[in-house]
């Protein structure tokens, strides 16, 4: 309320009802009135200029504070899902134990496909055998049923590669059925050979390992990937006189190599020509080893093979 309009009230009134005396007395109490009512508009003025001082802090602070807000309940939704993540993980490692069911990594089987040039035969047997190597119930031996001619030394490679690249495995046993295979395919996975397919893997070449040159440290090298190369005579047990290399004690390994093998929890055994193998000495010789999986490569199957085993045939 302004002065000018209190006066005007004031005088107003005064001069319609009331007399001089109680005019003296309104007076009297005119002005502290109008001091009062100054100081009141004052006031109101400071408060408007608080309250605008506050509301540009506001503008200033909430935005802030809005981030904050939104970064810890982020925080929160993140550490929410990592946990939730870590639970699927680890739930996904019980039932990986549990089941030992796992997904092929397409990605790294169709790199080995390209770098190899595999058949489609090669190609089909390789990822059926992969689908069976992941399921839950693993079979003590698989049988690849590939006719002659059809490229049994590339399924072997590519299961190889596979299997040391995606699942880490080191310790690999290829058993032929004499001389002239053995050294072929000792020369398939050297380097420098005829018909060598080392630089066809996408793995660093594996460390052959053959009668001639097992009593070295890298027999026993547990970072490089081992391939083994006997015969099937070599492997087998014998006493005395007719003792065998690979069951004789080696002071480099500090036992024989067919302990060593037998000892390998990571062995995978290819057999060659597995029909050949169903002989009580030949079957000794492979299935004591007691490998992690046995692959068996036939252009027959024997007759003695449980059918369950045979997971892949490709006749001419």
Do not use: C, W
């Amino acid at each position: 309320m302004t002065d000018p309009l209190v006066s005007f009230i004031f005088d107003f009134l005064f001069d319609r009802f009331i007399n001089k005396r109680e005019k003296k007395i309104v007076k009297k109490i005119e002005e502290p009135l109008i001091n009062r009512l100054d100081s009141v508009d004052k006031n109101i003025d400071k408060l408007e200029k608080i309250a605008t001082s506050i509301s540009q802090d506001l503008k200033q602070l909430l935005p802030q504070k809005t981030k904050e807000y939104i970064g810890t309940k982020l925080e929160a939704e993140v550490e929410d899902n990592k946990e939730v993540k870590d639970n699927q993980e680890e739930f996904g490692e019980i039932r990986g134990e549990n089941e030992n069911d796992r997904m092929i990594s397409q990605t790294i089987l169709d790199n080995i496909s390209k770098k190899l040039e595999l058949r489609q035969p090669n190609k089909e047997a390789v990822q059926v055998f992969l689908e069976h190597y992941h399921k839950s119930e693993k079979l003590s031996e698989y049988i690849l049923s590939v006719a002659t001619g059809v490229g049994k030394t590339y399924i072997i490679a590519a299961i190889l590669n596979y299997l040391a690249e995606a699942e880490k495995i080191t310790n690999f046993l290829i058993v032929a059925p004499g001389k002239i295979i053995r050294e072929k395919t000792i020369n398939n996975f050297s380097l420098n050979k005829p018909n060598s397919l080392v630089d066809k893997l996408t793995i660093k070449p594996p460390h052959i390992i053959d009668i001639k040159n097992f009593h070295t440290t890298k027999t026993t090298d547990k970072n490089s990937v081992k391939l083994f190369i006997f015969t099937v005579q070599s492997l087998t047990q014998a006493k005395g006189k007719t003792a065998r290399k690979t069951s004789n004690y080696d002071e480099i390994l500090g036992q024989s190599l067919r302990e060593h093998l037998g000892k390998l929890n990571d062995l995978v055994i290819f057999a060659d020509e597995h029909h050949l193998y169903y002989g009580e000495k030949f079957s000794e010789a492979i299935r004591e080893l007691k490998p992690k999986n046995l692959i068996g490569l036939t252009g027959k199957p024997h007759e003695k093979t449980p059918l369950n085993e045979i997971i892949f045939e490709y006749p001419l």
